[in-house]
């Protein structure tokens, strides 16, 4: 009786895996609902009565386990790459040109797919048994969020057939398609429950919920796109090979996966797809583009996060009109002024927009926008949004009359979100050439002449800081204008600096978020980043909303975020033009802070992907005197990490100097001085005596008669291309 049982178990586990493919990945149903149902009734009432029997990848065990306390850091093996983003048919052909050169111009065919808009994750599978699940994080590093895409029932938790390499990585995302999303909601608000905001931010939030249990009752699900790495000897030939492998195991993968011949048969499916996008069951935006040979894409490379291989085409962001209420000016935390429309709320790209930026007064002219206004607005990268135009009143977004009249602005009420879909975007429009004078913003207007009186829509920039009444100055050559105060003396700076510093990709201070920043700098608690690690609970506690074991809990990630990685403080400290790749660099190169913040402008120049205005910032930086001490501040309070090997100490050309004259046919300048420094290589402007090398294009001239002079060794550009590929650096 009990081989009976035992075996009835195995056949309904069978059964049920092969219906949940058949429901879940094929959309194909052999059988009703209540047919199905009484399987699954069955398969439990023998694993109650044998609980011994019941296996990890058994389908009971999706409904969820025991809540987490919380979610394990996973390492991925292999890097999970941004994508490079192109928005016309333009610079797709250039990114195609760029392959053809770099693989000799051999034929190149592409795997296309929807790109959906939900969460990246990676699956691993040891023995054709799901093993491990791994938000995306930052590339490098995520959180395992098995527990909860166990309960996900396109994902299979064990494989089809017994093929599959004894371990490796699948990926793909995680998403809610339009009509689950309205279903879900639907029932929450019959039920008097919370709704989603919009499909990717509840599968995002689903995945994260420390109860398996809740995130079993979200409708989640899954296609697969890639592989990640690969145990076992089985190696595909191609990305459409490698998704159709996926298919066969069971994993579910996108039905609009297309292998097209060319460019042109490219630019067709894009067009295709973006004609259907409101049809699609899924919101995207845009479409993944591969070369679809695994050889070309591994000779193609990548580059610091994104793969030289693939491109994500942006479809145009969608668009909607308002009305402009007022306008809000903010202040960032390297003091730069954007300001913010206050808009009537309307929906767009998937969620309600109520604010937007307007990055600076020269964007103001140039729409020449006034309050009141009719507008279209744009969430750029379906992200953060934007006014794209004024719409003149009588006419529509297409020029047709019937618009509502304007209404008057100062009877408007005025929307009081704070802008928070991005980062401080102003800042991304300096000029490179900045000189840092203050100079008036604006002229005045005559004395007996009030322009608010004179045009009541008129938008001004302040002459003082909203946040610390210090002059708005606006430096000589860019389009900014800044706060003219320190940032420990403007209170909006200290709040966006310690928002920085305690972001997810600086220190993650998990539970330092928005408001009880607020609190700290408006109750004098904290200053500099190195007073977060002053606060004791007492005081902590005393805070609105804070209570005793939310103290605690901060102190606690306080504590652990002083064990960090170089790279994560370099970013931490808010270096102007300083990003999280740049940080990557600058701590790859130097290997430890004291030789970065002694280095001259010469010496950061040499660092990967760092120019003079950026090697300028950062010298700036290390310069001043207040920054100098906040750094030894906070190493004081125990802040460190783990020593970086220098790059350079292993690499061919460590230690040698190089220059570069003459113009090179194949590559820029500016990249083929990356390529040496990659290697190892300084890269001067100048040939002396201590120059190893001389590179010499068509049109070189006193570089390369100096480094005759000197008996400088010079390689045209054949050489240094042969050179390059010898180290695997093309």
């Given at each position: 009786m009990t081989d009976s049982a035992r075996a009835r178990l195995d056949e309904l586990c069978r059964?049920?895996?092969?219906?949940?493919?058949?429901?879940?990945?094929?959309?194909?149903?052999?059988?009703?609902?209540?047919?199905?149902?009484?399987?699954?009734?069955?398969?439990?009432?023998?694993?109650?009565?044998?609980?011994?029997?019941?296996?990890?990848?058994?389908?009971?065990?999706?409904?969820?386990?025991?809540?987490?306390?919380?979610?394990?850091?996973?390492?991925?093996?292999?890097?999970?790459?941004?994508?490079?983003?192109?928005?016309?048919?333009?610079?797709?052909?250039?990114?195609?040109?760029?392959?053809?050169?770099?693989?000799?111009?051999?034929?190149?065919?592409?795997?296309?797919?929807?790109?959906?808009?939900?969460?990246?994750?990676?699956?691993?599978?040891?023995?054709?048994?799901?093993?491990?699940?791994?938000?995306?994080?930052?590339?490098?590093?995520?959180?395992?969020?098995?527990?909860n895409v166990r309960t996900i029932p396109s994902v299979p938790l064990r494989l089809q057939g017994d093929e599959a390499p004894p371990r490796f990585e699948v990926r793909g995302e995680i998403y809610i398609s339009k009509q689950d999303f309205k279903a879900f909601n639907d029932r929450a608000k019959a039920a008097g429950e919370r709704t989603l905001v919009n499909p990717r931010n509840g599968a995002a939030g689903s995945l994260r919920q420390l109860d398996p249990k809740i995130t079993a009752a979200r409708p989640l699900k899954m296609y697969c796109y890639s592989l990640g790495w690969l145990g076992g000897n089985w190696r595909p030939?191609?990305?459409?090979?490698?998704?159709?492998?996926?298919?066969?195991?069971?994993?579910?993968?996108?039905?609009?996966?297309?292998?097209?011949?060319?460019?042109?048969?490219c630019q067709a499916y894009l067009g295709d797809i973006e004609q259907r996008r409101d049809a699609l069951a899924y919101d995207i935006d845009g479409v993944v583009v591969k070369v679809n040979s695994l050889d070309q894409q591994r000779r193609l490379g990548a580059v610091t996060r994104r793969p030289r291989w693939a491109v994500a085409y942006k479809y145009p962001a969608e668009e909607a009109t308002t009305r402009v209420l007022d306008v809000d000016f903010q202040v960032g935390r390297t003091g730069a002024i954007t300001p913010v429309a206050k808009l009537e709320p309307v929906f767009v790209g998937g969620v309600t927009v109520s604010n937007a930026t307007l990055h600076n007064m020269d964007e103001i002219e140039r729409l020449g926008l006034r309050l009141g206004d009719r507008v279209m607005v744009r969430r750029a990268g379906d992200v953060i949004p934007q006014v794209i135009k004024v719409i003149k009143e009588g006419t529509g977004a297409s020029g047709e009359a019937g618009l509502d009249?304007?209404?008057?602005?100062?009877?408007?009420?005025?929307?009081?979100?704070?802008?928070?879909?991005?980062?401080?975007?102003?800042?991304?429009?300096?000029?490179?050439?900045?000189?840092?004078?203050?100079?008036?913003?604006?002229?005045?207007?005559?004395?007996?002449?009030?322009?608010?009186?004179?045009?009541?829509?008129?938008?001004?920039l302040p002459s003082q800081c909203p946040a610390c009444g210090s002059p708005v100055v606006r430096p000589e050559g860019e389009s900014v204008a800044r706060c003219s105060a320190a940032a420990t003396l403007c209170p909006a700076q200290r709040k966006e600096g310690l928002q920085h510093y305690a972001s997810r990709l600086a220190m993650d201070i998990e539970g330092l978020g928005q408001k009880l920043i607020d609190q700290l700098v408006e109750t004098g608690m904290v200053k500099t980043p190195a007073d977060l690690y002053r606060l004791d609970v007492e005081a902590l506690a005393a805070l609105p909303r804070m209570g005793r074991k939310s103290a605690e809990n901060l102190l606690r990630a306080l504590s652990a975020s002083k064990s960090t990685s170089l790279a994560k403080f370099i970013y931490a400290l808010g270096i102007r033009e300083v990003g999280e790749a740049t940080a990557q660099n600058l701590a790859a190169h130097f290997g430890d802070l004291a030789p970065l913040r002694n280095a001259s402008v010469e010496d950061l120049e040499v660092v990967a992907d760092v120019?003079?205005?950026?090697?300028?910032?950062?010298?700036?930086?290390?310069?001043?005197?207040?920054?100098?001490?906040?750094?030894?501040?906070?190493?004081?309070?125990?802040?460190?990490?783990?020593?970086?090997?220098?790059?350079?100490?292993?690499?061919?050309?460590?230690?040698?100097?190089?220059?570069?004259?003459?113009?090179?046919?194949?590559?820029?300048?500016?990249?083929?001085?990356?390529?040496?420094?990659?290697?190892?290589?300084?890269?001067?402007?100048?040939?002396s005596r201590n120059t190893a090398q001389v590179v010499a294009g068509p049109g070189a001239g006193g570089k390369l008669e100096k480094a005759e002079e000197f008996g400088v060794p010079v390689m045209d550009e054949t050489a240094f291309f042969d050179l390059l590929r010898t180290n695997d650096a093309l």
């Open positions: 059964l049920i895996r092969h219906h949940d493919r058949l429901y879940h990945v094929l959309d194909a149903p052999e059988i009703a609902d209540a047919e199905y149902d009484a399987l699954f009734s069955e398969l439990q009432a023998l694993e109650r009565q044998h609980p011994d029997w019941v296996a990890d990848d058994s389908p009971s065990q999706r409904v969820g386990g025991t809540p987490l306390a919380e979610f394990a850091a996973v390492t991925h093996e292999v890097a999970m790459l941004s994508l490079e983003k192109v928005a016309t048919a333009n610079e797709l052909a250039e990114w195609h040109g760029r392959c053809l050169a770099r693989l000799g111009n051999e034929p190149l065919a592409f795997c296309c797919e929807p790109k959906i808009d939900g969460v990246a994750v990676a699956l691993i599978y040891e023995n054709g048994r799901l093993a491990l699940a791994a938000t995306r994080g930052d590339g490098r590093a995520g959180e395992d969020i098995t527990a030939q191609t990305q459409v090979e490698a998704l159709e492998r996926l298919a066969a195991w069971g994993l579910r993968t996108n039905p609009e996966a297309k292998l097209v011949q060319d460019l042109t048969a009249d304007v209404q008057d602005p100062r009877m408007a009420n005025t929307v009081e979100t704070d802008l928070s879909d991005g980062p401080d975007s102003s800042d991304q429009a300096e000029s490179d050439d900045a000189k840092n004078t203050p100079v008036d913003v604006q002229e005045a207007p005559p004395a007996d002449e009030d322009p608010a009186l004179v045009d009541p829509s008129r938008i001004q120019g003079p205005i950026v090697a300028a910032k950062i010298a700036e930086y290390f310069n001043n005197p207040d920054n100098r001490a906040l750094v030894d501040d906070l190493i004081g309070e125990g802040v460190h990490w783990p020593a970086v090997p220098a790059q350079v100490a292993a690499m061919p050309l460590a230690g040698q100097t190089w220059v570069l004259t003459g113009t090179l046919a194949e590559m820029p300048r500016s990249q083929a001085k990356q390529k040496l420094v990659g290697l190892g290589a300084k890269v001067a402007g100048s040939v």
